[in-house]
């Protein structure tokens, strides 16, 4: 199912249609402030098989990351932090950025592994933020890679929709994604490092 969201002003129905989907093990593809993205509610063991799937990825071996609504979830996830990556976080997000941070024991049940890192990104986008936040949970996300070598990410949300239509339940046309992902940034150890450039400035 393709369903339109205005980009700007979203429609509150049309957002608990995606919410309600999530909900109940769905696997939505949304846009956000760099690429669009893959994922399901990180609440969903069934969801998260699915896209582990669909990536052709194990899941115990899968590098997603957690969309949130804000700062205020992290705790759930992440062990603390000092307040050096506190005062980054704070003057950069919502925005093009993903922090891998420590993770706490509520992660590795969800991928069942050992994983003791987290990717966390906090889009500015008002389409995925109001899904996050009627959600109640986390988002989890992977990008949507295209074939062609020269493109590496599916920007048209139609084409997007043609190409999976048969294995996630919605995709969001929320107008063309962008083709740069966000900018990696691991504050992981001592010192926080850049890991990846991408539209998030340095």
């Known amino acids: 199912?393709?369903?339109?969201?205005?980009?700007?002003?979203?429609?509150?129905?049309?957002i608990q249609k995606v919410v309600v989907c999530?909900?109940?093990?769905?696997?939505?593809?949304?846009?956000?402030?760099?690429?669009?993205?893959?994922?399901?509610?990180?609440?969903s063991p069934k969801a998260i098989?699915?896209?582990?799937?669909?990536?052709?990825?194990?899941?115990?071996?899968?590098?997603?990351?957690?969309?949130?609504?804000?700062?205020?979830?992290l705790s759930e996830y992440t062990l603390p932090f000092n307040n050096e990556v506190y005062k980054l976080m704070r003057r950069t997000l919502p925005g093009p950025y993903t922090f891998i941070l420590k993770a706490n024991n509520n992660v590795p049940k969800i991928f069942h592994n050992k994983k003791k890192t987290l990717g966390i990104r906090i889009p500015e986008n008002n389409i995925v933020s109001e899904v996050i936040k009627e959600l109640g949970n986390p988002v989890l996300s992977t990008s949507v890679h295209d074939q062609d070598e020269i493109l590496e990410y599916l920007t048209d949300p139609e084409l997007i929709h043609e190409r999976y239509k048969d294995l996630v339940d919605i995709v969001i046309d929320g107008g063309y994604g962008d083709n740069e992902p966000s900018t990696v940034i691991d504050c992981t150890g001592p010192e926080i490092l850049l890991v990846r450039e991408g539209k998030g400035e340095i």
């Open 1 to 14: 199912m393709l369903i339109k969201i205005h980009p700007a002003t979203p429609s509150q129905r049309q």
């Open 22 to 43: 999530l909900a109940n093990d769905g696997v939505v593809i949304f846009p956000t402030d760099t690429i669009y993205a893959l994922g399901c509610s990180i609440k």
């Open 49 to 73: 098989d699915k896209v582990a799937r669909i990536k052709g990825v194990k899941i115990e071996k899968a590098n997603f990351s957690f969309l949130f609504y804000d700062l205020s979830q």
